[in-house]
């Protein structure tokens, strides 16, 4: 959305704060032996604390309140009593909700307990890749610009970029234009990012897929090529110079 008064920073503000701090409480708390649909009642209680609402929920009818997708799953994963975290698990937390009619988003890529599997460095090129990223977004630049920019970080760490699921605008409902705030360059895409928007940026750095392929259950995301993926997601404000980040409450970078 573009921002044009001082009551929709505010509001952006307040729920970008909740969202972060939300994704911040429920990484903290997934642990070895916990099922994912524990962790994400634990973070629906949080957003209800708040009187927030999760968008997934609301928006999709999404049987969860918020996507928890672990190991060989992209994104989108259904929050599960049979879905038991193990030590070296790749774990994914995506959290995105509203409150008076503005919404934020964010996302967390991590490991449970001990790195046993060795993924942790596709975690931190996401997050380093991320936080390049947002660096150099401000008013007038290009969106292919900064898909460019994420595709060639990865590769140069060893990495690919899933090429069908992307950053978007956000603000008054999840989704919102810019669509497609894509991992790599579309050359014919003229698209430019415009001051005082709100957008989401996130990462998808992967091991060995450049899709994302739906499982039967009309929800799950699994690679086209197998591996693993990492994302991470800020919902921030565009200016003439460096970005407000949102949602910095979720420490993802500390």
């Known amino acids: 959305m573009s921002i044009t008064k001082e009551s929709e920073l505010i509001g952006m503000k307040k729920i970008s704060e909740i969202v972060g701090t939300t994704l911040k ?25 708040y009187g927030a609402k999760s968008a ?3 928006t ?15 994104a989108h994963g259904i929050p599960s009593e049979n879905k038991i975290l193990k030590e070296g698990d790749l774990i994914n937390i995506d959290v995105s909700a509203e409150l008076n009619g503005f919404w934020s988003d964010n996302g ?3 490991v ?13 090129a996401s997050k380093h890749i991320l936080h390049k990223a947002i660096n150099n977004i401000k008013g007038g630049v ?12 990865a590769k140069k760490q060893g990495f690919k970029v899933i090429k069908n699921l992307a950053g978007h605008g956000v603000g008054k409902s999840l989704h919102e ?4 705030i894509l991992n790599y360059r579309v050359k014919t895409n003229r698209e430019r990012f415009k001051k005082n928007t709100t957008v989401a940026i996130e990462t998808f750095i992967s091991t060995k897929s450049t899709i994302a392929v739906e499982l039967n259950d009309g929800w799950t995301l699994v690679g086209n090529k197998g591996g693993y993926v990492t994302q991470h997601e800020q919902t921030i404000l565009v200016t003439d110079n460096s970005p407000v980040i949102l949602t910095e409450s979720n420490g993802i970078w500390n």
């Open 25 to 49: 409480l429920m990484s903290a708390y997934a642990k070895v032996g916990m099922s994912t649909k524990e962790l994400d009642d634990y973070g629906s209680e949080i957003l209800k604390s």
């Open 56 to 58: 997934p929920y609301e």
């Open 60 to 74: 999709y009818g999404f049987p969860g309140y918020a996507c928890i997708s672990v190991n060989e799953e992209v």
């Open 108 to 110: 967390n890529s991590f």
């Open 112 to 124: 449970i307990g001990k790195d046993i599997h060795n993924h942790q460095p596709l975690v931190n």
């Open 142 to 153: 290009k969106i292919a610009d900064i898909g460019l920019l994420i595709e060639t970080e």
């Open 177 to 180: 234009e810019p669509e497609n």
